[in-house]
Structure formats: C-alpha cells, structure tokens
C-alpha cells in the first residue's frame, strides 16, 4: 500500500472566543483558507488549547442557540463540559469523554462548564468537531449520544505502546460506539514515547491528525502540541511515531459530494434553505429551551 503523504502540518491559528467558556484555534473552514469541503464530512474543527481558568460561581459556556443540518461532537481532554438541549437531552462529559449531538432537523441547546469544575477552575482542553449530514439525513429526528470511555472500542497498541481509543468507525477490526449518518473513523490514539503504530486508512476518505498532547514523527515528519496535519488523498498509510507521551486525533471520513451552504449555526445545502432555518428558528420550530 501507498502512503497517505502530508499536505501540510498546520500550526494552530489564533484564538477566538466562542462565549466565555471556549477558547478555540478554528483549523477549518475559517482558520485555514483550505476549503468548505476539504475534509468533509467533517465542516468546522474547533480546538480549545489548554487553558486555567480561574473558578467560578456562574459557569462560562455558551447560551441558547439553534443547530440544523450537521451533528455537533464534542471531545473533553481537561475539564468538564454539561450540555442540554430543546429535544430534552442533557449530559456532562469529562476527561477522554464524547457528546455527540445530531442536531438535523433542529435543535437550541447550551453548552456551559459543568458546575464544580466549574467552581473550582483549573485546565481546560477540549474539541469541538461540526459533521456534516447529506442532504437526505439533514432534516431527520435530533439525537444525543453520551460516549463515556468504557463504552469506546479499545485496540492495545503492541509492547505497551498505548492504545487507541475508537470513537467511530474502526480500528484494525475494533470498531467504535457512535452511530454516523455517512462513513468515518474517529479515534484518540493514546501512545507511549517511543512506541510505534502503523495503520491504514482509505485513500478518498479526507483524512487529518490533531496533536492534542506530546509531539509525534508522522510519517517521519515532527508534528508539535496543537498541530493539524492534513493528508493528501494519494495513499493508504500512517505511520506513527511518539516522541513524547502524545494524544493524537485522528478524523478521516469520506467525503460527501453535495453543495455546502453554512451560515452561523446552521450547514444546509442550498441558501433557500438557510432561509427556510432562519424562518424556522424564528417562528419558534426548533423548541424551547430555558436559558
Ligand atoms: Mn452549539
């Protein structure tokens, strides 16, 4: 098999705030003029690099607001995120924790610090990924999966070397939790310094690592903390090398080959019907939600 070669390794770009609760680098659509649709299926990643917040009576986070036509998935490294939305779904994720909200037809929801982490303050780390739906799952029913860690599919990376933590899709047969509207692999792959992995992944499916933790050879390229390194679509093979303790993220997906239309919270094919969510949202069809 060929290897899948770097495109480029992507140091992160300045942050934003996005409420007063995240502070994330954008890598995509915005941070990097690479594309709406360059690693589709998955539309927006958001990376909020280690920050201390001090602690806190009224937890930061982000208020109501609306989603439609993507899935909303968030990953904690540090720190702890409570979640609640219009569909009557709530849940807190913590270390090595994943929500993953299909917001489709509609959703309002919050996402705020979870109270005691909250209180206390200290490191916070975490991801959030917007994945695309094709156009025939877009206005399908909303949906909350909580994926704690023992739910994940585990692969022992050999001679102690770590193991990767299958979110979605598959690792080497071990398969991952999170049901996907369209074929992906998500995994964290926890890797010990010195311990080497080599796996495949298909060729067409866009394909990106973001090093949460350590530092990595990929490929036999250095990749610092806070990296994304994205994959031409020319080949099949990873390989790994840690050359610290590392957490790496791995998203590869296969593309979805439809028009892109986003606007704020919202990802939908066509501008008609960016219209229809606004008109939607504003006469009141995504729910109720208190603040
Ligand atoms: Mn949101």
Redesign the pocket.
Known sequence: MKTKSIQQILPPPAPHMVGDGFRVHNFFPGGYDMGLARMSPFFMLDYNSKVDFPGTDSPRG?GV?P?RGFE?VTIAYHGKVAHHDSAGNSGVIGEGEVQWMTAASGIL?K?YHEKEYAKKGGLFQMVQLWVNLPAKDKMSKPKYQGITKDQMGKYEIPNNGGVVEVIAGEFDGVKGPAYTFTPLHMYNVRIKKGATLTFNLPENFNTGILVVEGKAKVNNEEADTDHFVLFKNDGETITLEALEDSILLVLSGEPINEPIAPYG?FVMNTKQELIQAYEDFNTGKFGHLED
């Open positions: 982000v607001h989603h909303t929801h996402e919270p």
